[in-house]
């Protein structure tokens, strides 16, 4: 089980602002080759609306922008998924799975869109002693909301982690994600990221965002606590 806090904020080609504060709650189970994971959000978003959901998930809406920023906070958008191991051998690691994230999160708040999403994903790891590299690549459907066609996009990610002593990682990803319309811009952002193990049953991570299009966060930063049973 883990839960944190994460906050983001950016204008997405608006003139003003949209801070985002996410606090999950997140349920991860293993066994055999198998791993399932389920995440409930709390979600606050503050803004002059048309930008929905957080993360890779978050998408920008038109003919919703107000005059004025305002608040809408509650449940966002509920994620479940699993993923198995094909290969694990001589460093290399090869998982291969899928996610459902469902439309619960208010579209008339601007929480959500309102639909749901499936993707698809293959993630690769490969360990150098205390180094190792990892990447993703996948492939979304998207539900479109009333009025609204978003292109399914492919994403991708590219990532760098080191240990530092037994306890401490420290690491550095690339996520991208394509456009969803002919005139939005694709997801590109960076993360920096350390990881503490506290001991054999909790851990904590803290990371720090940049984004480099209309489509990421300018930043934004979060911290995840984990225990394992």
Partial sequence: MSSGLDF????????????????????????????????????????????????????????????????????????????????????????????????????????GTGENDVSVQADVYRSFGPASVFGTVGYKRMGDPDGITFKNPVFASLGLAHKIGSATTVGLSYDWRDRLRPTSDPIREMTAFVTHRLSDEWKVQAYAVTGYSDASADWGSGVIVGRVF
């Fill in 8 to 111: 983001s904020t950016g204008k997405y080609g608006s003139s003003q602002s949209t801070d985002t504060v996410y606090v999950p709650v997140i349920a991860k189970y293993e066994v055999g080759n198998w791993t399932v994971r389920a995440t409930v959000p709390w979600v606050s978003i503050t803004g002059p609306g048309g930008v929905v959901g957080s993360g890779s998930d978050r998408v920008t809406i038109d003919g919703v922008t107000r005059t004025r920023r305002t608040t809408e906070s509650g449940l966002g958008d509920i994620v479940a998924g699993a993923t198995y191991t094909v290969f694990e051998q001589g460093g290399w690691v090869v998982d291969v799975g899928g996610k459902v994230k469902f439309g619960t999160g208010s579209s008339s708040r601007g929480l």
